[in-house]
């Protein structure tokens, strides 16, 4: 009964491939995020969805696609890879978009690895 | 100036004893302030929300003071299992936009 989960939970793969991050949540929020936290720790957002719909998209290359088939998914695809790429992703959720009051729930991370 | 900062530590805490650090934010239109804590290699969990006046949850006070533009987590009679990474979350849009600090890690001694 994992509230947020994501998967792969490793990810170790070369540069110049494709690859993708699931995210799904039972919790019934509306929105849905990820997050990407460097080596320095710096936790930064990178989408987020409402309801399916793209809300936030901060700046980050067009290789990194969010696709949400339903407001309890969001999935990352990333093409053709880079070292710089190699982080940890978080997904996350919240009850309501625009709400700044709502906190957080994330999801175990994705460590990506590329070589 | 970074939209929030964190003093990064760590924090060396003998067991039981008190630490209070702080984080600095520089959007004064910021509504919304949080602490998460983040375990080594886990994710980032809600600690507490942080209320203009101040607010309490057992051994942890957080305030919050705009005038500075800061807010602060105090961890009263420290255990071992409070060494962690606290992250101040801010938000800095009207659109549930949150930037987080990079975290002070607090390392609870025995």
């Known amino acids: 009964d994992t509230a947020v989960s994501q998967t792969p939970k490793y990810l170790v793969t070369q540069m110049g491939n494709d690859k993708s991050i699931k995210c799904e949540q039972n919790?019934?929020?509306?929105?849905m995020y990820w997050y990407k936290q460097d080596s320095k720790k710096f936790l930064k957002i990178m989408f987020s969805?409402?309801?399916?719909?793209?809300?936030i998209n901060e700046t980050v290359p067009n290789r990194f696609s969010p696709k949400s088939p339903d407001k309890a998914h969001l999935n990352l695809h990333i093409n053709s890879l880079e070292l710089g790429d190699s982080a940890v992703y978080f997904c996350?959720?919240?009850?309501?978009?625009?709400?700044?009051?709502?906190?957080?729930?994330f999801g175990s991370g994705t460590q990506l690895s590329v070589l | 100036r970074k939209e929030v900062e964190q003093d990064p530590g760590p924090f060396n805490v003998p067991e039981g004893a008190t630490v209070a650090f702080n984080c600095t934010y520089s959007?004064?239109?910021?509504?919304?302030f949080f602490w998460y804590r983040q375990d080594c290699r886990k994710e980032p969990k809600l600690l507490m929300s942080?209320?203009?006046s101040g607010n309490e949850d057992g051994r942890f006070t957080a305030q919050l003071n705009r005038a500075s533009q800061y807010i602060s987590l105090l961890i009263r009679d420290s255990k071992l299992s409070d060494s962690a990474t606290y992250l101040c979350?801010?938000?800095?849009?009207?659109?549930?936009?949150?930037?987080f600090g990079a975290g002070t890690q607090v390392v609870v001694t025995p």
């Open positions: 942080v209320y203009s």
């Open positions: 959007n004064s239109a910021s509504q919304s």
């Open positions: 919790l019934g929020h509306d929105t």
């Open positions: 979350a801010v938000n800095i849009d009207s659109w549930g936009k949150f930037q």
């Open positions: 996350a959720s919240s009850q309501e978009e625009a709400a700044t009051t709502e906190k957080l729930f």
């Open positions: 969805y409402n309801n399916k719909e793209l809300i």
